[in-house]
């Protein structure tokens, strides 16, 4: 029976470890950590005849040495590809892979969009979804969104579903220890600075995602992003470009973009601008995107108009919870970063009542605050990056902020602020409520899922 060891014990990791058991594996997971509810997860696995060791990840050479097999290393995304017992199974030559390679082993002979970027991944990937399975096919997505890819491996090893495509959200994390995965299209949707904590530098980054591109079949990029213009034109000069700006749309009559009214591919009208409801132009850029991927896999015009026209977006992003004495109340949790952040503020009608804060990360937040001082009227500061923050607002000569440390106070003071604008200067637009980070959210929460949950429920809350 061959031996496989599973590096981390989050769903990825559980899943792979399942997909390998069931496929006639004997399967030890181990994870650095241990806790109450680790240790829960091991007794659930072990009770499948998985072994489970927590607190340390194995010493592969000492393995080695006493003859002890090792066929195959599987290392969560969790855990980086650079870690000392990670690189130790690599340089003893063992078959090491990150979860998504070890799906796609199973997954290989059904057709993927592999969609990656910084920001965009989850809305262009959800909206290419919806198109697919509106057109009839069984596309399901899987990867940074919904199930883990091993998940939908199980799945279809057990013959408990057929899948027509697979349309995978991929973060750089899942994609650095990739080797072989090919998607028959490939989404590169923007490229700014983030995650430099794990991959330290912009270009090995950078190199990340450009590795998945650069095995597509068909590349479709963002041509309204000018880092992806730069780096991506001349690497791939048969990629199909997305555009809404004219002077790229003049250069990519190739491609998906909007033009009179019409989103277009390639010269063919598809549907009307008019009937897509997002907010944003960065929304709109996601929509060609998916336009693009959709039309590369042969679906008709009439289905993606259908599918775009019911689309209402992710939760998450830019997600309209309430109006509360007709002030609206944005979620836009999934900001974790300066730009999405920004994206987010450009999106929403001003004046802004801005919710920010969290686990900071390193990034370029000029662009960002530029925004808050042309649309927002007050700025309510959470979490660890409150005193950061707050030092920035007072550097780029923002004045109208308060650091409230909660969002449960964060949510009662925008409603307040909100409510005495509207009921001060009733001739003037009514103020929006935008809760966009601009930051992690572990400080506070288990993730960004958990953190916009409970400002929806804040909101609903509000009488």
Not at 233 to 254: C, F, S
Not at 378 to 398: K, P, W
């Amino acid at each position: 029976m061959p031996q496989a060891y599973v590096l981390g014990l989050g769903q990825s990791g559980i899943s792979a470890a399942k997909l390998l058991k069931a496929d006639g594996w004997q399967v030890t997971v181990s994870d650095s950590n241990a806790s109450p509810s680790l240790e829960k997860r091991k007794q659930e696995l072990e009770s499948e005849g998985i072994a489970v060791e927590l607190g340390g990840f194995p010493n592969f050479a000492k393995l080695v040495e006493a003859n002890q097999t090792v066929d195959l290393v599987v290392v969560s995304p969790g855990v980086p590809w650079d870690r000392q017992e990670v690189e130790q199974a690599r340089s003893l030559s063992l078959d090491t892979v990150g979860e998504i390679e070890l799906a796609w082993r199973y997954l290989k002979h059904i057709p993927w969009v592999g969609i990656t970027g910084t920001n965009g991944k989850t809305t262009v990937t959800s909206l290419t979804a919806a198109i697919f399975q509106t057109a009839g096919l069984n596309a399901i997505a899987c990867g940074n969104i919904g199930f883990p890819a091993c998940e939908i491996a199980l799945q279809v090893l057990q013959q408990k579903i057929h899948p027509d495509w697979i349309i995978a959200e991929l973060s750089s994390y899942q994609i650095e220890s990739t080797q072989t995965v090919k998607p028959k299209i490939g989404i590169w949707t923007t490229f700014t600075p983030d995650h430099l904590n794990r991959h330290y530098t912009l270009d090995a980054y950078r190199n990340i995602k450009a590795s998945l591109i650069d095995r597509a079949e068909h590349i479709v990029l963002n041509g309204n992003d000018p880092y992806l213009i730069n780096f991506g034109a001349a690497m791939w000069p048969k990629a199909i470009w997305t555009g809404i700006d004219e002077q790229v749309v003049e250069a990519i009559n190739d491609g998906a973009y909007i033009e009179n009214s019409w989103v277009k591919f390639r010269g063919e009208q598809v549907f009307q601008i008019a009937h897509w409801h997002l907010l944003g132009k960065h929304n709109r850029q996601n929509l060609l995107m998916a336009v693009a991927a959709a039309k590369l896999a042969g679906i008709s015009s009439a289905h993606i108009d259908h599918a775009i026209s019911e689309f209402q977006g992710v939760p998450h992003r830019l997600e309209h919870i309430r109006y509360y004495e007709g002030i609206a109340f944005i979620n836009d949790s999934k900001a974790t970063n300066y730009d999405a952040a920004e994206v987010g503020l450009r999106a929403v009608k001003p004046p802004v009542v801005l919710i920010a804060g969290g686990q900071p990360k390193q990034g370029d937040a000029s662009a960002w605050l530029e925004q808050i001082r042309q649309r927002s009227i007050a700025v309510l500061l959470i979490g660890e990056a409150a005193l950061l923050f707050a030092e920035m607002l007072n550097d780029a000569g923002f004045k109208n902020y308060e650091i409230v440390e909660t969002l449960e106070r964060a949510v009662k003071q925008a409603a307040s602020i909100a409510h005495s604008r509207a009921h001060n200067h009733p001739s003037q637009p009514l103020p929006t409520v935008l809760f966009s980070p601009a930051c992690a959210s572990f400080d506070q929460f288990a993730n960004f899922e958990q953190r916009g949950d409970r400002f929806r429920q804040l909101c609903q809350e509000l009488s």
